[in-house]
């Protein structure tokens, strides 16, 4: 059973930093294209940014460039996402997903997604 398991989210004031982590298991961790989204109140899902299978690609929402970093270490099977210069506006639930299909980099089609992380950023 596949299972993804977000974790380091909280409250934090803005212009600080956080860093999320998103542990898998039951899947070939190496295998698999890792991305993370967001979700705010009232708003859809969006996409955050993604990391292709072996860290040689990373993509990110415009919103998000420069300030956030995707990686992963496919030793310890798991996908980060390090957080700065936060902002209110990136207020929401952050979800990891994995995908073992190559894609355009900002699609929604992943085939297993975490129950996702609040993260609050006060101003």
């Known amino acids: 059973q596949v299972e993804l398991v977000e974790s380091g989210g909280g409250l934090v004031q803005a212009g600080g930093s956080l860093r999320l982590s998103c542990a898998a298991s039951?899947?070939?961790?190496?295998?698999?294209?890792m991305g993370w989204f967001r979700q705010a109140p009232g708003k859809q899902r969006e996409f955050v940014s993604t990391?292709?299978?072996?860290?040689?690609?990373?993509y990110y929402a415009d919103s998000v460039k420069g300030r956030f970093t995707i990686s992963r270490d496919n030793a310890k099977n798991t996908v980060y996402l390090e957080m700065n210069s936060l902002k209110p506006e990136d207020t929401g639930v952050y979800y990891c997903?994995?995908?073992?299909?190559?894609?355009?980099?900002?699609?929604?089609?992943?085939?297993?997604w975490g129950q996702g992380i609040q993260v609050t950023v006060s101003s």
């Open positions: 990391i292709n299978w072996s860290s040689s690609s990373t």
């Open positions: 039951g899947l070939t961790f190496g295998n698999y294209n």
């Open positions: 997903a994995a995908d073992r299909t190559t894609r355009p980099p900002v699609h929604f089609s992943y085939d297993y």
